[in-house]
């Protein structure tokens, strides 16, 4: 596509149930990373993928975080029994490595736990 | 480990002031410096970027050069407009980790 597109744009939940959270990267971007942003804050890196290989998952904060890009482009963010802390803005973004080293971002889902 | 921190918001200047926002960074290596903007409503977006020491990033009037001896890549903007009102947010990526680490980011509003 001509952008990165997430989805949802918004999302609300109860505490305690799981959320996913999709991401469609730039057609033929090889590399496509989660970041979570707190209000006020700046984001923080949670992951990242090569084609469908995850490269880094440091930054996932606890087990109830996973993420997966089965065919090496749409990638899912998956958060089980989710927690009023995990409230935050979650963007992604994708990126080639011919083009440069910068990373173009897609809107952002913005998750609320009540 | 890799760290930036930027000057702390929020800003607020009258048009066709000058702006600096001031970005300093902490990295091993020799990183790639950025600065994103967010304009309201809006994803971040790339404002401008700078690879290698001395290296100047321009766009839309901003400029930003990366100093290795100082470790800052300070934005700049001699003449504001309203429309300029967004969040910054300064980052960086250290050769083969890939991922950005950024600032906390400063909001800059620009009045009339």
């Known amino acids: 596509g001509a952008g990165v597109s997430q989805s949802p744009r918004y999302k609300v939940t109860k505490r305690g149930q799981d959320v996913a959270l999709r991401c469609d990267p730039i057609?033929?971007?090889?590399?496509l990373y989660w970041y979570r942003q707190a209000l006020g804050q700046g984001p923080e890196f949670l992951t990242y993928?090569?084609?469908?290989?995850?490269?880094?998952k440091s930054g996932l904060p606890n087990d109830r975080f996973s993420a997966e890009r089965p065919e090496g482009s749409i990638s899912t963010l998956t958060i089980q029994r989710t927690e009023q802390r995990d409230s935050a803005m979650y963007r992604c973004?994708?990126?080639?490595?011919?083009?440069?080293?910068?990373?173009?971002f897609g809107q952002g889902t913005r998750l609320t736990v009540v | 480990g890799d760290s930036v921190t930027q000057m702390e918001g929020p800003v607020t200047l009258s048009e066709e002031a000058f702006l600096t926002i001031n970005c300093t960074y902490t990295?091993?290596?020799?990183?790639?410096l950025f600065w994103y903007v967010q304009y309201p409503g809006e994803g971040l977006q790339l404002l401008l970027k700078?690879?290698?020491?001395?290296d100047k990033g321009s766009n839309k009037g901003f400029e930003a050069t990366y100093r290795k001896e100082t470790t800052s890549f300070h934005l700049e903007k001699g003449s504001v407009q309203v429309s300029d009102s967004a969040v910054y947010f300064c980052?960086?990526?250290?050769?083969?980790?890939?991922?950005?680490?950024f600032g906390q980011g400063t909001r800059l509003t620009i009045n009339p």
């Open positions: 973004a994708s990126s080639h490595p011919f083009l440069g080293p910068e990373a173009f």
């Open positions: 057609s033929g971007h090889v590399s």
């Open positions: 993928f090569n084609y469908e290989a995850q490269q880094d």
């Open positions: 990295a091993t290596g020799y990183p790639s």
């Open positions: 700078a690879t290698k020491a001395d």
């Open positions: 980052a960086l990526s250290v050769q083969g980790a890939q991922k950005l680490v």
